[in-house]
């Protein structure tokens, strides 16, 4: 809430706090037994995406945004273990987001506007889908070899992609993304067949990785 009150005066502090927050995630994973993790954001979506975003608005001046990719590159380096196996992008357009955003009602989505939303949605294209974003992205994307094409179950096959560094950390270089298209207006609660269909596909990706 402070957040959206205030950017340019918490834009900083609240990207630090998220970093902050991805490593605590990943200290306790590894204190666990359990060999997969679904994560809803990474510290990659974090520094292609919300950084990306505050710092084009101003909210982070240069000076901030130096200092942050000083400490992320070292600590990513570091901690190999905060890199993900694999990228998930759930893409729908902005005005549904932000059309679900208001049925939702949460009150820590009260600040959040449509135009912040299309400014998100647009790092994510760029970085996740430059293709069909005009290729203007950090990132490019590839179509996995042959022989890990035969490996991909055909549900996925058309929607797996590996991400190209081009000025972009080298430990993602190469990973996997799966592109699902969750524009649909499907409600998850009474749609089983739907939901079954989703969980499918990222159980099948699960075992790709």
Known sequence: DVFYSEPQRYAYTFQNYMFVTRLMQEKEFTSGVKRLRLMERS???????????????????????????????????????????????????????HKRMMLRKR?????????????????????????????????????????????LHPDIKDRVFYLEMNHMHSSIHKVPALFLDCEPNIDFSRDIEAKRQYTRKVAEFFEFV
């Open 43 to 97: 510290v990659f979506s974090d520094r292609m995406v919300f950084v990306r975003v505050v710092h084009e608005a101003k909210w982070m001046n240069e000076m901030e945004i130096s200092i942050y990719d000083c400490w992320f590159d070292h600590v990513v380096s570091a901690l190999p273990g905060v890199v993900p196996d694999g990228f998930i992008y759930l893409r729908a357009i902005p005005d549904t987001c």
């Open 107 to 151: 009150a820590e989505e009260g600040g959040v506007s449509l135009k912040y939303l299309q400014d998100l949605h647009e790092k994510h294209e760029s970085w996740l889908l430059p293709f069909d974003s005009g290729n203007h992205g950090v990132l490019s994307v590839s179509k996995p070899s042959l022989q890990m094409d035969n490996s």
